[in-house]
């Protein structure tokens, strides 16, 4: 049974504009939740993370939302970059343990 | 930039060999994680090393698998035999925190094909 779901395998988004991906999980003993970035034949590299005691966390271009009660977080990316195109993997953890991964949302900017 | 070490990067096999792969972490992260990642899906953990004592293996098929970390550096993951449902990618990662919402830095992976 999946405790982190990406439910959108695939997205879409013109340069410039926002993208939005989307996260739930199941578990309500995670308490921090990172997104990674996979570009093909490498490794996820990190991107941003929010902790359970926060709603929202900003770097740069990415915002992550948290909803603990709707047990649900989002990666706002403004503006969406052709760069930006990749895999992106919602990750969760309790407080010690092994990062739990989503199945991943491929993003596709068009310039 | 410090990186994690991973090797080989591809490797093509017949079912029933054997394959293993090796992994060094960035100097001094004591947790090493070993994950695959089969094609359309996300990573799922293998096993989990606190520098060298496994921390969680519950996900490991310890009928096939096996990993260890000696000296709590580097590390091996074997499969003996290798089946046709072992073609993923076997990622390594290291982390100077045990769990705690602490990134974790991914080496490129190891490609598997059994064919």
């Known amino acids: 049974d999946q405790q982190v779901k990406q439910n959108s395998p695939s997205l879409s988004v013109q340069e410039g504009r926002i993208s939005i991906l989307n996260c739930d999980y199941t578990n309500s003993m995670f308490d921090y939740f990172l997104w990674y970035k996979k570009y093909p034949a490498e490794g996820p590299t990190f991107l941003i993370s929010i902790s359970s005691i926060k709603d929202k966390n900003e770097d740069g271009r990415f915002t992550v939302f948290l909803n603990k009660s709707a047990k649900h977080l989002s990666l706002h990316i403004v503006p969406s970059q052709p760069g930006d195109s990749a895999v992106y993997f919602c990750a969760a953890s309790g407080l010690v343990g092994a990062l739990i991964f989503g199945k991943g949302t491929t993003l596709s900017v068009s310039s | 930039e410090a990186e994690v070490a991973q090797s080989p990067r591809y490797k093509i096999t017949e079912k029933s060999q054997a394959v293993a792969f090796w992994c060094d972490p960035i100097?001094?992260?004591?947790?090493l994680y070993w994950y695959r990642q089969i094609l359309g899906q996300g990573p799922e953990l293998l096993v989990q090393f606190q520098d060298e004592s496994v921390v969680d293996d519950s996900q490991l098929p310890k009928d096939r698998f096996s990993a260890e970390r000696l000296k709590g550096v580097d590390s091996t993951l074997k499969i003996q035999p290798a089946e046709l449902g072992d073609s993923a990618m076997y990622l390594c990662a290291s982390s100077p925190t045990s769990g705690g919402g602490g990134e974790l830095f991914f080496g490129e992976g190891s490609r598997l094909t059994v064919l």
């Open positions: 100097s001094g992260h004591a947790t």
